[in-house]
């Protein structure tokens, strides 16, 4: 994997901080770029004021390539550390920052005209997701400042940048996703795409001032309008009905949005969310994640990955409704004028747009061509493709990979794989997708993670073949056409690339902690491990644990791996429990089922410790 000769093993943590501590620079002769034939998959893209040049986070080349957007070429490509995801680029436009999701690091880059140095690297926890700079003091500290959402930990980390360190870590809803900051520079707005939900946050203190509950999930990118106003973030809704083709395209199953809050309500008020319906019956789009705000306000670009398309509308005449929601349709009047609402193709996966200065063109960076476009704001009309570098023909799991996220896979366009199975994880949310054999029991979206390592596979565990499971994903839950066998090969080879994360709950060098040690013990002592046997805590067998429900087609459930447990809630085959501790105290207790005593309060703490760490 390392193939940066500086390249930082994923949980060297120590060396990490060492690393932090003594400014890390990259030795310039040791940086080597990646191979022509590696692909880029930009996810996100940051302009400078100079309306030439441009950074992306390239996801997966593990580089950031700055170019310049007007001779359409690269400048120059460097290694940062695994799985980029975002960037925020200081306003001086002589830093930026980096998050590295499965490095769980941030890079500190020098911007020198067309040079890009790495100036350190600082470890920051979980999944590092959204970030932004912020300009002011933060609990009494000046200085170059960030705020980082660590998606694994459900928190925010301030750094300081210049001495490489965190200062302060702030609680957050489930999975912060994208970040931004109001105008004044004053809050913090984090989109919480398992929490459901839209935090605003003191960026003086920290301290959570709102939380705005959304009607959906998945919360993609965060803007907010010019005069503070809103803050807009792309979601989708679901009402957890059967996968029919009717309900698919009544909106039923996924249903896509833009949600907006308002950031100024008095004290004394709730705040109440809005949202707009994208998408039109016959005809959805899919996967809206991208995001950017024209700076006169009045046009707004949104990217639809899914559906390969760039949204361009008009902010200010969008039926934005609260009480009773939008809709499962868009609003036909919208449709009525280009001006108003335009979905230009672009091929691909666009992820991140974002507005040039003069907000004439928006610039995306596409995943899956593995290129930046440049698109005209007014006439949806494409100005320009810079590509990044890639293999001239896809491997099969790369192949695979743009199947799990074609929206065109489903029925209508509304949704792909990776609706719910939010980068082979799980959005948390509760489907029902026939896999267990009937309507009306809707289940929690199982991560894919490790999935090549625990057959069987489904909550009931009835299917022991992942081509079928697939083959049904693709025709039962996507209502799609029948696949190739090719198409199935390709998306299971895509599949195996999905691996379980390192705990952040152990110890830096990887070992348990003391009361995860005790846990262990109480996990045998408890006979856990005749379930879920080491070492990725599960086994073949189908147990009957007392979560039946009446007429299960399938009787008993599959009892799932629990490596990576820490960072999957809610539990339990429907969802029900919002915890570890819910689970093992209401639903799922020792002697219910292996008829030894209950864990005392200490046995619990040592226990869910254990868990955590898996
Ligand atoms: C609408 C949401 C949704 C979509 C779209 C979706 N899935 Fe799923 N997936 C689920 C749910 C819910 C389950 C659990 C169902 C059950 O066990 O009865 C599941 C289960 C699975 C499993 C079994 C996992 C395990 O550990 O046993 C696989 C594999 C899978 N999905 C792959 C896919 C693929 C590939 C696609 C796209 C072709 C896809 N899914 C699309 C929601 C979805
Ligand atoms: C008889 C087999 C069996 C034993 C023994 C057992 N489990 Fe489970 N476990 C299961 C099954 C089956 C499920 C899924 C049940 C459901 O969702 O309805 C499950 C689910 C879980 C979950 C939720 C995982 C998720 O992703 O939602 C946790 C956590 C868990 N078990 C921990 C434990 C612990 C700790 C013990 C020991 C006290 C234990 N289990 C003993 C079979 C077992």
């Given at each position: 994997m390392n193939r940066w000769t500086f390249a930082l093993p994923l949980f060297s943590l120590p060396l990490l901080a060492l690393l932090a501590v003594s400014g890390f620079t990259a030795p310039k002769e040791t940086v080597v770029a990646p191979a022509a034939n590696v692909d880029r998959s930009p996810i996100d893209i940051a302009l400078f004021s100079d309306g030439r040049r441009a950074l992306t986070a390239n996801a997966?080349?593990?580089?950031?390539?700055?170019?310049?957007?007007?001779?359409?070429?690269?400048?120059?490509e460097i290694p940062v550390g695994r799985r980029p995801f975002d960037i925020a680029l200081r306003p001086d436009g002589k830093e930026a920052l980096i998050s590295n999701t499965l490095a769980n690091t941030v890079s500190v880059l020098a911007i020198n005209g067309d040079k890009v140095s790495v100036l350190r690297i600082i470890p920051v926890g979980d999944e590092p997701r959204g970030l932004t700079y912020i300009g002011g003091a933060v609990n009494g500290v000046a200085g170059n400042k960030a705020f980082v959402a660590l998606g694994g930990e459900s928190a925010l980390a301030v750094l300081d940048v210049t001495a490489g360190k965190t200062i302060a870590r702030y609680p957050t809803d489930a999975e912060p996703w994208h970040i931004t900051v109001t105008p004044d520079g004053?809050?913090?707005?984090?989109?919480?795409?398992?929490?459901?939900?839209?935090?605003?946050?003191?960026?003086?203190?920290?301290?959570?001032?709102?939380?705005?509950?959304?009607?959906?999930?998945?919360?993609?990118?965060?803007?907010?309008?010019?005069?503070?106003k809103w803050a807009y973030v792309p979601t989708i809704a679901e009402r957890m009905l059967g996968v029919t083709r009717p309900n698919i395209d009544r909106g039923w199953v996924v249903g896509n949005r833009l949600t907006r809050v308002p950031l100024e309500t008095p004290e004394d008020e709730r705040p109440t969310r809005e949202a707009t319906t994208l998408d039109t019956q016959g005809n959805a789009v899919a996967d809206v994640d991208g995001l950017s705000i024209r700076p006169d306000g009045k046009q707004i670009a949104l990217t639809a990955g899914g559906t390969h398309e760039l949204l361009l509308m008009r902010l200010t005449d969008l039926p934005f409704i609260a009480f009773g929601g939008p809709g499962d349709h868009i609003d036909p009047d919208v449709l009525d004028d280009p001006q108003r609402f335009r979905r230009v193709k672009l091929g691909g996966r666009p992820v991140g747009a974002t507005y040039t200065a003069d907000g004439k063109s928006v610039a995306v960076a596409n995943y899956l061509l593995n290129?930046?476009?440049?698109?005209?704001?007014?006439?949806?009309?494409?100005?320009?493709?810079?590509?990044?570098?890639?293999?001239?023909?896809?491997?099969?799991?790369?192949?695979?990979?743009?199947?799990?996220?074609?929206?065109?896979?489903?029925?209508?366009?509304?949704?792909?794989?990776?609706?719910?199975?939010?980068?082979?994880?799980?959005?948390?949310?509760?489907?029902?997708?026939l896999n267990d054999g009937g309507l009306g029991k809707p289940k929690k979206t199982l991560s894919l993670r490790g999935i090549q390592y625990t057959a069987?596979?489904?909550?009931?565990?009835?299917?022991?073949?992942?081509?079928?499971?697939?083959?049904?994903?693709?025709?039962?839950?996507?209502?799609?056409?029948?696949?190739?066998?090719?198409?199935?090969?390709?998306?299971e080879a895509y599949l195996k690339t999905l691996e379980w994360k390192q705990s952040?709950?152990?110890?830096?060098?990887?070992?348990?902690?003391?009361?995860?040690k005790r846990g262990e013990a109480v996990f045998a002592a408890k006979d856990c491990n005749t379930c879920h046997a080491a070492p990725n805590y599960t086994t073949p067998r189908i147990a009957t644990v007392g979560l039946e429900e009446k007429d299960d087609f399938y009787k008993g459930y599959n009892p799932p791996s629990l490596r990576g447990v820490y960072n999957r809630a809610p539990y339990l085959h429907d969802g029900r429990a919002r915890t570890l501790e819910e689970v093992l105290t209401e639903y799922h207790t020792p002697s219910q089922l292996t008829g030894k005593p209950d864990c005392t309060p200490t046995e619990l703490a040592d226990m869910i410790a254990f868990l955590k760490s898996l």
């Open positions: 997966t080349a593990d580089s950031v390539s700055l170019i310049d957007l007007t001779a359409g070429k690269v400048l120059t004053k809050r913090i707005i984090v989109g919480c795409a398992r929490g459901r939900s839209v935090n605003l946050l003191s960026a003086t203190t920290g301290k959570k001032e709102q939380t705005i509950k959304v009607v959906g999930r998945n919360l993609r990118h965060v803007a907010v309008s010019p005069d503070g290129a930046v476009q440049i698109v005209d704001a007014a006439s949806g009309r494409m100005i320009r493709t810079i590509p990044l570098g890639g293999p001239s023909q896809p491997s099969l799991a790369r192949r695979g990979e743009a199947i799990f996220l074609d929206g065109d896979r489903s029925f209508n366009s509304w949704y792909s794989c990776n609706s719910c199975h939010t980068e082979g994880h799980t959005n948390g949310g509760n489907f029902d997708t069987p596979y489904t909550w009931h565990g009835w299917n022991k073949d992942l081509r079928q499971v697939i083959h049904d994903s693709l025709v039962n839950t996507m209502q799609g056409p029948e696949p190739t066998a090719e198409d199935v090969a390709a998306v952040p709950f152990r110890n830096p060098d990887g070992s348990l902690t003391d009361a995860a």
